[in-house]
Nanobody, 115 residues
């Protein structure tokens, strides 16, 4: 089992920034992709950003140019730098990874952007 713990969420005004962190622990051998997804009230969970072990990234169109995902393989951590935040970015943000074909999710951290 792999456990994921997110941190860094909070309340911020539109145009502001937040940095989310996610730490993986447990039975870690070699984490594959790592990423962030979000879920707003009444909406489906959507992938926000993903990064491969080698550092290749992809982003949802809605966050391109504003969010940056990075990872630290040695520390089994993934980060999401969120700039120019908008009220529509308000959601619970979840960390995700996979190992040996099994997906793991964190409990989520709330991000609220006020207008």
């Amino acid at each position: 089992q792999v456990q994921l713990v997110e941190s860094g969420g909070g309340l911020v005004q539109a145009g502001g920034s937040l940095r989310l962190s996610c730490a993986a622990s447990g039975n870690i051998f070699r984490l594959n992709n790592m990423g962030w997804a979000r879920q707003a009230p009444g909406k489906q969970r959507e992938l926000v950003a993903r990064i491969t072990r080698s550092g290749s990234t992809n982003y949802a169109d809605s966050v391109k140019g504003r969010f940056t995902i990075t990872r630290d393989n040695a520390k089994n951590k993934v980060f999401l730098q969120m700039d120019s935040l908008k009220p529509e970015d308000t959601a619970v943000y979840y960390c995700n990874t996979d190992q040996w074909g099994v997906d793991y999710w964190g409990q989520g951290t709330q991000v609220t952007v006020s207008s």
